[in-house]
C-alpha cells in the first residue's frame, strides 16, 4: 500500500512539474517569437518606405527608424515584376541572391496571394508602386531564425535537465513524504498483531469454561451461543492477524513456478462436501497443467478464500461455476454464481474493503456467516503474488470474481 501510495505521489508530481515547465518553456518561446516578429514587421515596413520606389499614394508603411536601415541595409532585396509577374526590376544591396533565384522567390511569393509571411529564410512584403506594378520586398532573416530555434533549443534542454533533477528531488522526498504514514501503518499492525495475542488468552479461557459448564450442565442454548460467538471472535482475530501480516512491506514470501491446476483441484476437492452440505453444486472447468508464478500455500490459500465465498453467497438453485484457464499470457481462475445483489454492480470494488459485506437487510440469513475481511485478505495475498483480483458480472446476473496470474513464459521442466 505504501509503494502505491508513494509511487502515485511521484507519478502527480511529476506530471505537475512537466506541465508546469512544459508552460514555461512554450510562453517563453511565443513570447520571444512575437517579439522578433513584431521587430522584423517594423523594419521590412521600414525598408519599403524608404526604398527607391515610394509607396502608392505616398502611403507610409511604417515608422521611420535610420536604425533599421543600417542594421539590415545589406540584407534585404526588392523584385519587381509585371502583370504577368515577370521580374522587370532587381534592387539588391549585397551578393546574397542571384537574379535566377530572386526570381524564382518572387513568383513563388506571388503565386500564394498572400501579402506578407515567410519564404525560405525571408519574410516578405508585398507592396504596388505608383506605376501599377508589384514589387516584393524580402528581408533575410536567417540569423533571427537560428536565434529563435538556438533559444528554443536551450529552453528545451534546460526544462528537461530541470524535470530531470526534479524527478531525482520529488524521489527523495517522497520517502520522507510517506515515512510518517508507514510509521502509522506499523503502529496500527503492530497494535493488531499484539491485541490478537492478547485476545487469544481470554478466547481460551472462556472456551474452556464453556465446556466445563457444559459438562456440568449439560446442553444449554447459552452456554452454546456463547460458544458460537467464541469461535467467530477468534475467526476475526485470525483473519485480523493474517490480514495484517499479508500487508506488511518486507513479508518474505517463496515465489516459484508451479502447478496452479493442481492446487485448484486440492481445493475444489476439499469444498466439494462443503458444497453438498450446503445443498449447492460445485461445476468445475479446470485445464490441466497450467504453471505460474508465485507464492504456492499463498496461493491456495487465496483460491480457497474465492471457493468459500461463492459456496456462502450463492443461491442453492443454480451451480456455482469454478473455471481455470489460459488467456494470451495469463492464467485466470474464476467463481461465477448468483447472488442476492445486496451490493450495487457498479460499485463491486467495495467488497474487497475491509469489514464491506453490502446491505445485511437484503441478504440476512448470511449476516452472520463472516466479518467482511477474507476478500481483503485474498486481494492482499494477490497483490503479494503480482496478480490481479477483480470482481465482475455477467449477462446472466451472476457475479464473476478473477484471479489473474502471468504465465509461466519459459516450459516448465
Known sequence: ??????????????????????????????????????????????????????????MMLGPRRESAMTQYGNRYFIVSLDENLEMTDFTLQQEIISSEEAQKLAEKVAGTGQKTGYADEYKFLMFERRNGMTSICFLDCSTNLKA??????????????????????????????????RINIEKQKQFITNAGHELKTPLSAIATNMDILTMDLGENEWVDGTKK????????????????????????????????????????????????MSGK????????????????????????????????????????ELKLYAEGKTVIFQTANAWDRNVDPDHLDMLFERFYRGDPARNPENKSSGHGLGLSI?????????????????????????????????EHN
Not at 152 to 175: C, H, N, Q, W
Not at 262 to 276: H, T, Y
Not at 384 to 397: I, Q
Open 148 to 181: 529563435l530555434h538556438s533559444l528554443l533549443l536551450i529552453s528545451v534542454l534546460v526544462g528537461a535537465a530541470g524535470i530531470v533533477l526534479g524527478f531525482l528531488f520529488i524521489l527523495f522526498m517522497s520517502r520522507k513524504t510517506v515515512e510518517p504514514v
Open 281 to 320: 453444486q460445485l461445476k468445475a472447468e479446470i485445464q490441466d497443467h497450467l504453471t505460474v508464478q508465485g507464492d504456492p500455500s499463498m496461493v491456495q490459500q487465496l483460491i480457497s478464500i474465492l471457493c468459500d465465498n461463492a459456496i456462502k453467497y450463492s443461491r442453492a438453485e443454480e451451480p456455482i
Open 378 to 410: 485474498a486481494r492482499a495475498m494477490a497483490e503479494k503474488n503480482h496478480a490481479r483480483l477483480t470482481a465482475d458480472t455477467d449477462s446472466g446476473g451472476r457475479i464473476l470474481f478473477r484471479a489473474v496470474f502471468k504465465k509461466q513464459r519459459k
Open 1 to 58: 500500500m505504501l509503494s502505491k501510495a508513494r509511487r502515485k505521489f511521484i507519478i502527480w508530481a511529476m506530471v505537475a512539474m512537466t506541465v508546469i515547465v512544459v508552460v514555461l518553456i512554450a510562453a517563453v518561446n511565443i513570447v520571444n517569437w512575437n517579439m522578433t516578429e513584431r521587430t522584423l514587421d517594423g523594419v521590412i515596413s521600414e525598408i519599403v518606405q524608404n526604398r527607391p520606389y515610394p509607396p502608392a499614394g505616398g
Open 229 to 276: 460467538q467464541v469461535r467467530r471472535l477468534r475467526k476475526l482475530v485470525e483473519n485480523l492477524v493474517s490480514l495484517s501480516k499479508t500487508e506488511e512491506e518486507d513479508l518474505d514470501i517463496d515465489l516459484k513456478y508451479f502447478d496452479l491446476s493442481d492446487v485448484v483441484n486440492e481445493c475444489i476437492d476439499g469444498f466439494d462436501p462443503i458444497a453438498q
